[in-house]
Antibody
């Protein structure tokens, strides 16, 4: 079974740092992009960025560039999303998702997010 | 950046057909995916490549995409279909875009 297992809920104070994780199993982790998606309370899905575990190539949405860091340790099949200084506005549910390569290529416009983690709720409050 | 527009809400009676639209500039030239998100759950892929259903998704779910509009159609709608639905496309090789989401109410 293909699975993405995410870190449990986190409660932090403004200004603190945080790193949450997403561990893949049941598939070739190194050859599937992993994306991070934010969902603020009561709001929609926002694409944050994506990383290719094979070479750690990370791409960011302009909205999140410089605000978070996406990284990966393929030896333990885990992708990460981290903040150096949290703000109250970072309070949200964060999902990781696997990019399903419909065609046998690095990326295709046909690709979809076929497997999602259970989400990590991050609460930032003083 | 590329924008996708969805109606905030759609209502349907049980057993009837629900249609949820997603609009974008020349959207028909892209491939649209649809995700279902029930309250408190992670998103679930229900349509990919405009019209295809992943394994395990009921035949009641179908999709189309032409011109500037992609449509998710749910026939014989059931109470369990009540959820938020999001469209998604790729704007470039590594940039995903989600629509704002549509809340489907079955009443």
């Amino acid at each position: 079974e293909v699975r993405l297992e995410q870190t449990g809920a986190e409660v932090k104070k403004p200004g603190e740092s945080l790193k949450i994780s997403c561990k893949g199993s049941g598939y070739s982790f190194s050859t599937s992009w992993i994306a991070w998606v934010r969902q603020m309370p009561g709001k929609g899905l926002e694409w944050m960025g994506i990383i290719y575990p094979g070479d750690s190539d990370a791409r960011y949405s302009p909205s999140f560039q410089g605000q978070v860091t996406i990284s990966v340790d393929k030896s333990i099949r885990t992708a990460y999303l981290q903040w150096s200084s949290l703000k109250a506005s970072d309070t949200a549910m964060y999902f990781c998702a696997r990019r399903w390569a419909i065609e046998a290529s690095a990326y295709s416009p046909r690709d979809a997010f076929d497997v999602w983690g259970q989400g990590t709720m991050v609460t930032v409050s003083s | 950046s590329y924008d996708l527009t969805q109606p905030p809400s759609v209502s349907v009676s049980p057993g009837q057909t629900a249609s949820i639209t997603c609009s974008g500039d020349e959207l028909g030239d892209k491939f649209t995916c649809w995700y279902q998100q029930r309250p408190g759950q992670s998103p679930l892929l229900v349509i990919y490549q405009d019209t295809k259903r992943p394994s395990g998704i009921p035949e009641r779910f179908s999709g189309s995409n032409s011109g500037n509009t992609a449509t998710l159609t749910i026939s014989e709608t059931q109470a369990m279909d009540e959820a938020d639905y999001y469209c998604q496309v790729w704007d470039g090789p590594t940039t995903a875009v989600f629509g704002g989401g549509t809340k489907l109410t079955v009443l």
